[in-house]
């Protein structure tokens, strides 16, 4: 075991906090979500976005309260070895691998992609881009967890201002009529919307993973809960609003929505004002996973579920930089089989989804066993658990990719588990 135990900075309050919540949650999914939605289930694709909303908030609730209970670096992994052992930690420390290494990638060809639709790029280059966001996560993280805090609390800032810009310079065109009829396509499609807007949630796990460089995680986790639950569903749902209030998910394809939205105020330029929102946005979540998921790794190698070299903290940033080079190296290595091989976005996207929604129902289910929740709060891992559970099937046959990650994990953790002597009254047996 490393004596490098509690050498992380403490230096993440309430403000930084919520940056990092923003930026988790509001990715890729509000750029290509909203449109596809309404696209799916018309104006009722507004009941998912409001649904959800609701939802997440026990969601995020269970993940700061076991974070406040108990701060330690690494987030989920360390509820998962309080609560079911260090087998099961080490198959959620692999998952957040597989989660990271195939998720990271495809929203950073999701910028590059925006960016292409302003000016026009070759494939290879789109791709290029993409290892290029990733490089500039990497530096920021490695410069700190400061360094980083303050990027991330830049980059929300401008994250609100863009949303902000596209919603109110649409406001005008919103039109009651766009609203009718509420349900052009029946009731089904609104759980159809509802699986896929769920993507758009998945991020509230991950500021916990950097719990124990909190200064204060008692007050400063609930307060940047209900702070971060309450201005990224007024976001969602008022660009959903905007979105269908305008038609602009019918001018076609993931990108025209909020193209059509920002031309409104931008003009000529909507497709740069696009490709600039897709950038800013989407660094932000890769820089946050980066953060988040490095500390994920550095706790895994600490107890044995990775190999022991992982266990390292800068000596002057105070980081885990081994990890980072890890993760960093890992996406690119991804970026480029996905180049190759060309999958499809609806694929590339599944894959870190199955591995997000297994680590959300270990998440769920620890937070069952070691919270001491009193009231309808009580409630809140149940359903956390339950929203888990629903999801699953959905992901189809690439579920399988997950559970094998998993499995890896869970057996190099119960090969790295330490052999115990047996006692006197174990050797007369």
Excluded: C
Excluded at 108 to 128: D, G, N, W
Excluded at 167 to 185: H, K, L, M
Excluded at 382 to 410: D, E, H, K, R, T
Aim: hydrophobic share 50%.
């Amino acid at each position: 075991m490393s004596t490098q135990t509690s050498g992380l900075r403490k230096m993440v309050t309430t403000r930084y906090a919520v940056a990092l919540y923003m930026s988790s949650v509001l990715g890729s999914g509000v750029l290509v979500l909203p449109g596809l939605a309404a696209q799916i289930a018309g104006p009722a694709s507004l009941i998912a976005w409001v649904g959800l909303s609701l939802a997440s908030y026990p969601l995020a609730y269970t993940f700061a309260s076991l974070s406040a209970r108990k701060p330690e670096s690494g987030g989920v992994y360390g509820f998962a070895k309080e609560s079911l052992g260090p087998r099961a930690a080490s198959a959620v420390g692999w998952l957040f691998i597989l989660w990271f290494a195939s998720g990271a990638p495809v929203v950073t060809v999701i910028a590059a992609s925006y960016l292409a639709y302003a000016v026009p790029m070759s494939r290879a280059m789109i791709y290029t881009i993409a290892a290029l966001i990733m490089l500039a996560a990497f530096i920021v993280n490695y410069r700190g967890i400061v360094v980083s805090s303050r990027v991330q609390l830049t980059v929300i800032i401008a994250i609100l201002a863009l949303l902000i810009t596209a919603v109110t310079a649409s406001a005008p065109s919103i039109r009651p009529a766009n609203f009718i009829p509420f349900f052009p396509n029946g009731l089904v499609p609104i759980g159809v919307s509802a699986v896929l807007i769920f993507w758009s949630y998945l991020g509230y796990e991950n500021v916990s993973n950097v719990a124990e460089e909190f200064k204060n995680p008692e007050k400063d986790f609930h307060r940047s809960i209900l702070y971060s639950v309450s201005v990224i569903s007024i976001l969602y749902v008022s660009v959903a609003i905007a979105t269908i209030g305008t038609q602009a998910y019918k001018a076609g394809g993931s990108v025209a929505p909020f193209a059509a939205m920002l031309s409104n105020a931008l003009g000529t330029y909507g497709a740069i004002g696009t490709a600039i929102l897709a950038l800013v946005i989407i660094f932000g979540t890769v820089n946050a996973y980066t953060t988040g998921m490095s500390r994920v790794i550095y706790a895994t190698a600490k107890d044995g579920g990775l190999p022991r070299f992982l266990d390292k903290i800068h000596p002057q940033t105070r980081v885990p930089n081994r990890t980072l080079i890890l993760i960093v190296t890992v996406s690119w290595a991804t970026i480029i089989i996905f180049y190759f091989l060309n999958f499809d976005l609806a694929t590339e996207l599944l894959i870190p989804s199955g591995a997000a929604i297994l680590v959300y129902l270990v998440g769920s289910a620890s937070g069952i066993k070691l919270l001491k929740i009193k009231g309808v709060k009580r409630s809140f891992p149940w359903i956390s658990l339950i929203v888990s559970i629903v999801m699953i099937p959905f992901v189809g046959p690439l579920i399988l990719v997950s559970l094998a990650f998993a499995a890896i994990g869970y057996f190099y953790g119960r090969r790295a588990q330490p052999k115990t002597t047996p006692g006197p009254l174990e050797l007369r047996k």
